[in-house]
């Protein structure tokens, strides 16, 4: 069974760092693209960052650019968010989701719907 589980999720104080990690199950993540999102109390979930299979080609959300950068071992099946630089505004659950047969981030990774697996999610507060 396909499974993906989040975890490093926490509560920091603004500017500092976190590590999220993914860690699949019941597939290789070798094929497949991989998204981070994120949802906020009472707003829509949001793309957060993609990286293609190979690990080479990236995307972020503005908003997380130049303070974010995710990462993959395939060898470890996993995939990691590294979160610099925290803000208040960064405070969300972090979904970490993959699709079938697709391997890269399309123009529209983005959107919650190009995704079919999700993780439970984990907690990231940042908060004084």
């Known amino acids: 069974q396909l499974q993906l589980v989040e975890s490093g999720g926490g509560l920091v104080q603004p500017g500092g760092s976190l590590r999220l990690s993914c860690a699949a199950s019941?597939?290789?993540?070798?094929?497949?693209?991989i998204g981070w999102f994120r949802q906020a109390p009472g707003k829509e979930r949001e793309g957060v960052s993609c990286?293609?299979?190979?690990?080479?080609?990236?995307d972020y959300a503005d908003s997380v650019k130049g303070r974010f950068t995710i990462s993959r071992d395939n060898a470890k099946n996993t995939v990691y968010l590294q979160m610099n630089s925290l803000k208040p505004e960064d405070t969300a659950v972090y979904y970490c989701?993959?699709?079938?047969?697709?391997?890269?981030?399309?123009?529209?990774?983005?959107?919650?719907?190009?995704?079919?697996?999700w993780g439970q999610g984990t907690q990231v507060s940042v908060s004084a």
């Open positions: 989701t993959t699709t079938p047969r697709r391997t890269f981030c399309s123009a529209t990774w983005s959107t919650p719907s190009e995704f079919a697996y």
């Open positions: 990286i293609d299979s190979s690990g080479f080609s990236t």
């Open positions: 019941g597939f290789t993540l070798d094929y497949h693209v």
